[in-house]
């Protein structure tokens, strides 16, 4: 325990499960933005959720899915990054029933097949997939018995409408139900099931616990400083663990803003409009975004100087003197001018990449995980890098 004691660089609360997680928010932050968004990308108007309204969401929809019958079953979810995915995997796991998150991108048969092998009694989509359980419907080749569409505004034939479930969820709270009170949460018991390509293939199944995430968002506060002063931008898809427990759920217990991305054509003017100071990413779109801001600099005959400045801010940095924010200040207005930290993981990133990036202001943390560790098993943290900061000058 000493040994594990000396690598942590910050103290946090524990938490052992999702209601505490959410709690825990609502009492510190009630009425900070938790979530923020447009319904399309051409949209001028901005949709924001408190910590407030997610803590009222997520009662309303679990007391509804406990009237329904749900106690302990199955239920799948499947969807675009959006704030009633959110809702939903929080109300399904702190009513004591199991997620089981499907990748969005998956073939219409890989999606009836998943649902077949999860065993799942219920659904909450997006009216994209709505062909796809119309199907499984006729075909009544699964467990599903409730449908549910996170677009529709009424009941249509047998989907039934998600805001009609919150609405009676907040009826039935109002008429006294407290079924959403009254559940007692097993930490250790499978909680999300996920599927995971792995090596072979076919997927397979991943049995999570709360704890086992709630663990890892501990562990994680203790090495990164992320706090209710930051805004991260959720692009990449949350049925993966990785977006899901470091920018989701680590998100929600600082006290974040989660920005949803428009898409990946978007990210860089979602950066600049939700004002972004963090992210979590895979290396493929660091390494594009460097060679944009690599180019830019070519294009102005920039290199050389940018270049000089770079090995300068490295050799003040030897001497606890950070100018890279102030030197690099219209390089950083690009990205939007605030992002200040980069979570990045899943594959190698090239050297130049990190280098380049950290010299001019944004702390770059590398992790590497697997879905059975929740996601993260091991990480840089806010003081030990490698490779750190370099100088690219060559002369």
Aim: with cysteine.
């Amino acid at each position: 325990m000493e040994a594990i004691s000396r690598k942590k660089l910050y103290e946090i609360d524990r938490i052992n499960n999702f209601r505490e997680l959410i709690e825990h928010s609502y009492s510190l932050y009630p009425n900070k933005v938790a979530f923020t968004y447009k319904k399309s990308p051409k949209d001028t108007d901005y949709i924001t959720q408190t910590y407030s309204n997610l803590r009222t969401d997520v009662i309303n929809l679990g007391t509804t899915l406990l009237h329904k019958g749900l106690s302990k079953k199955r239920i799948a979810i499947i969807a675009p990054n959006r704030y009633e995915w959110c809702v939903s995997y929080l109300a399904v796991t702190c009513c004591d029933m199991i997620v089981v998150p499907l990748d969005k991108s998956l073939p219409d048969n890989e999606i009836e097949s998943s649902i077949i092998r999860s065993n799942a009694e219920a659904v909450i989509f997006d009216k994209k997939y709505l062909n796809v359980f119309n199907n499984l419907k006729s075909n009544n080749s699964s467990s599903l018995k409730h449908y549910i569409c996170m677009d529709f505004s009424s009941d249509i034939d047998d989907i039934l409408s998600y805001c009609n479930l919150l609405e009676t969820g907040k009826n039935l709270v109002s008429s006294g139900d407290n079924s959403y009170f009254n559940i007692t949460l097993n930490n250790d018991s499978m909680s999300i099931m996920l599927f995971t390509s792995g090596t072979t293939s076919i997927a397979k199944i991943v049995a999570l616990s709360q704890y086992n995430i709630c663990s890892n968002i501990y562990s994680i506060g203790c090495i990164a400083k992320v706090t209710k002063d930051d805004t991260f931008l959720s692009f990449l898809p949350l049925h993966h663990t990785f977006e899901c427990t470091t920018t989701f759920l680590y998100g929600l217990f600082c006290g974040i803003t989660i920005a949803f991305c428009d898409g990946l054509r978007y990210v860089v003017q979602n950066l600049r409009e939700y004002k972004v100071t963090g992210l979590v990413c895979v290396p493929l779109m660091l390494e594009a975004m460097y060679k944009k801001i690599i180019k830019g600099v070519e294009d102005k005959g920039l290199t050389k100087l940018f270049n000089i400045m770079s090995c300068i801010s490295s050799f003040l940095l030897k001497f606890r003197i950070d100018l890279r924010r102030k030197l690099f200040k219209s390089i950083l207005k690009e990205l939007g001018g605030h992002l200040r930290i980069i979570v990045y993981g899943a594959a190698p990133m090239d050297k130049n990449t990190i280098i380049g990036l950290s010299n001019i202001g944004i702390n770059l943390l590398n992790g590497y995980g697997l879905t059975e560790t929740s996601p993260v098993l091991s990480a840089e943290n806010d003081k030990y890098k490698k490779p750190r900061f370099c100088c690219l000058c060559s002369t």
